[in-house]
């Protein structure tokens, strides 16, 4: 299921269903903008934590705000219906901020995760403590979107492209 997050008339009675059910909710976020096995991990372990998996996809709007103006590769759409088919992800809600503040605020998840380079202070955290959530940090495994970018540069450079 894909939903932007400012339709929450849309997805949160699913959400509600999860937690009248007992399910304990699970988020993460992120742009996975082109996907690699540091994403399926940082997946994997997040869904391991809880039984339904949130997932924050940054919009268009919001990498380019962040990232940069010619970043995404991947648009939002094509990168949303690659996360859908991943068996870990229960549901997927697009956002336009930059930061997953409102995100997380607005499914209060049980576990927030995050790749253990934003430490146990990320920006998510007070709001997740603040009713009781907690933090689960996932070993960074080294592949990043900017890597492979970089390496298929070189490689069409060396090839004259």
């Known amino acids: 299921m894909i939903f932007h997050l400012d339709h929450k008339e849309q997805w949160e009675p699913v959400v509600r269903q999860w937690r009248n059910e007992g399910q304990t909710i699970v988020t993460t976020n992120g742009t996975f903008d082109i996907i690699h096995v540091g994403h399926v991990k940082l997946l994997r372990e997040a869904r391991a934590q809880g039984d339904k998996l949130?997932?924050?996809?940054?919009?268009?709007?919001?990498?380019?705000?962040?990232?940069?103006?010619?970043?995404?590769?991947v648009p939002q759409e094509e990168r949303a219906a690659m996360l859908e088919a991943i068996r870990y992800v229960d549901l997927i809600l697009i956002f336009d901020e930059p930061e997953s503040l409102r995100f997380v605020r607005e499914v209060r998840p049980d576990v927030h995760v995050k790749d253990s380079s934003y430490g146990y202070n990320l920006i998510e955290?007070?709001?997740?403590?603040?009713?009781?959530?907690?933090?689960?940090?996932?070993e960074k495994t080294g592949h990043s979107t900017t890597n492979i970018i970089e390496k298929v540069l070189e490689v069409y450079r060396k090839e004259g492209g």
């Open 54 to 73: 949130v997932l924050g996809l940054n919009s268009d709007i919001s990498v380019k705000q962040y990232k940069s103006v010619n970043r995404p590769i």
């Open 125 to 138: 955290a007070p709001i997740v403590q603040e009713y009781g959530g907690r933090i689960h940090l996932v």
